[in-house]
Each structure stands twice: as C-alpha cells, then as structure tokens.
C-alpha cells in the first residue's frame, strides 16, 4: 500500500463519505472511489461496507485503518522534522485561532508579519474548531486551553480577568442588575459551550436563575458584539469590554477563571524559520496589549 492511496482510504474513515474526504483532501469525489475500489482490488479485500450512512469499516478495514494510522504518523513526523530544518523566510504557515483572537490580533500581526517578511504567507483559519498540530492540520494554534501533548510547546501569551459587560443604550432602558438578585428582570448573553457544560451556570459567580437568556452565541465575538447591538448583559474578559467601549458592571466582581490564551507549536517546527518569524509577531503584538 502506498501512502497516496493510504491517505485516501484514512479520509474515508475520518468523513464516513466519499464527499466529505475529497473536501478534505482537495479532490474530486470520483477520484476518491477510483482509488479506494483500486485500493480493494489491489487487497483482495473489502475494506468498506457501503451504507445508506455512507461508509463503514469492515473488520479488514479495521486492521488496515490501525496500520495506517501508523503510516500516517511516520509521514507526518518526517515530514514536521524535514520543514523543523527549514531555515528560509518563505512560504506558507497555518495558523488556528479564535474570531475574536483573530482580529484583535493574528490580523495586526500578519501585517506586522508581512512588512518584514513579504515571501511567508499566513494561512490564519478563525473558528471554534479545535485544528490538531500533531496531524499537521495546523503549524500554530493560539488558543484559550493549554495541551497536554508532550509533542507540542505550549506558551502562555495572555491572562484576562472576565468581567460583566452591557452597552449603555441598555442601562439607559433597563438599568444595572443588582448583585444577589440572580438578573431578575434582566436579558442576558451567555457563550453556547459554557452554558452547555455547567449544570448551575453563572456570570462572575452570579447565578442567573432569574435572568432572561435571550441569545446563545458560539464565539467570543458574537458575544461581544450582542452586547454592544444592547441585546443584552453578558461576561467577557476585560480587554474586550474595554476595547469596545462597553459599560462594566460590578467592577469588583470577575469570573473566578480568568480567560487565558496559549500560543502552540509543534516541537519539531518550532525552529523552521518561517513558523518562528510568525510566533515572535504574534508575540509581540499580545505583549504590545499587554503593557
């Protein structure tokens, strides 16, 4: 089995359709079933059961998928160790973040990026989605929860505290809530996964029992930008509420967990030239918010 037909059977596990692994490979469809019926064939087995669902691994699918899996993870360190000795200013580096992350200050710091280095390309990729480093679908992820891979250098960049934030177009109509009345009679903004994985959720440890929660975002900056449209009060850290000119209520009350922000790489990348220039950019622009 070589590696091309290798990774085209492994998309196929992945996306569970022929669709879903040409968009990740940046082929067509039909290219896709050619190569794993050819893989097949090549086998003499039958790796896939084709369902209503898509497709499913067969028991010889099964014990290819684990030896493939090892293929894939001997290509990719060779490859990550190959680019690690790269020391040319010049080329594509991928970075993953948040929205809110990625305009405040990926965007500043590519332009920073490309008044000195004009030939490195950035590929930044803004979403909740959290991008692996290890399976290089990303080079850097500047990101709000620190890894626990031994493989990836992991260095925090940003410390927040949160705090809660309304517009003033909403305190002029509806008032500031007061601290111990769990938001009765006040709209709230909450963040979707925050709200999804707490049981007794609270804004900087207020219960909002009594409150009406009338939007739930999934980003940061949809968060942000409900508040300012006077949609509601919601929590967010600091520099974003001062940022955009938001009112903070309850100045002596902030969210127990203060909002962090992590800058990965993988160690084998970590010295090639290109992804280094784009760290230390990064870098500075979050020490530069910093001071």
């Known amino acids: 089995m070589n590696w091309d037909d290798a990774r085209m059977f492994l998309a196929v596990c992945r996306a569970s359709t022929l669709r879903g692994a040409a968009r990740t490979l940046g082929v067509d469809q039909a290219t896709v079933g050619r190569r794993v019926t050819a893989l097949e064939k090549s086998l003499d087995a039958a ?146 996964p925050y709200l999804q994985g707490s049981k007794d959720f609270t804004l900087v440890s207020e219960p909002i029992n009594r409150g009406r929660i009338v939007a ?27 940022r955009d000119g938001l009112l903070r209520l309850w100045p002596e009350r902030t969210r127990p967990q203060p909002y962090e922000v992590w800058l990965v790489a993988h160690a084998d990348l970590r010295h090639t030239a290109r992804v280094r220039a784009v760290i230390d950019e990064i870098v500075e622009v979050f020490a530069l918010e910093n001071e």
């Not at 669902?53 to 293929?71: I, N, P, Q, R, S």
């Not at 959290?130 to 891979?149: F, G, Q, Y």
């Not at 975002?217 to 509420?241: C, D, H, Q, T």
Request: net charge negative.
């Open 216 to 242: 739930s975002l999934s980003s940061s900056l949809l968060v942000r930008r409900s508040i300012a449209a006077g949609i509601g009060v919601g929590e967010i850290p600091l520099y974003m509420g001062e």
């Open 47 to 192: 790796l896939f059961l084709r369902t209503s669902d898509g497709y499913a691994l067969t028991a010889v699918g099964e014990a290819a998928l684990k030896a493939v899996e090892k293929m894939e993870h001997s290509a990719l360190e060779l490859e990550r160790r190959i680019q690690g000795l790269d020391d040319r200013l010049i080329g594509n580096v991928r970075v993953a973040t948040t929205d809110s992350l990625a305009i405040d200050f990926l965007i500043p710091a590519i332009a920073r990026l490309h008044g000195r280095h004009p030939d490195v390309r950035v590929q930044l990729d803004a979403s909740t989605q959290i991008l692996s480093l290890v399976k290089r679908e990303t080079d850097i992820a500047v990101r709000n929860t620190r890894p626990d891979n031994p493989d990836l250098i992991a260095r925090r960049i940003a410390r927040w505290p949160v705090g809660l934030f309304a517009s003033q177009a909403y305190v002029d109509a509806y008032g500031v809530p007061v601290p111990g009345s769990e938001f009765e009679g006040h709209d709230l903004v909450v963040y979707q």
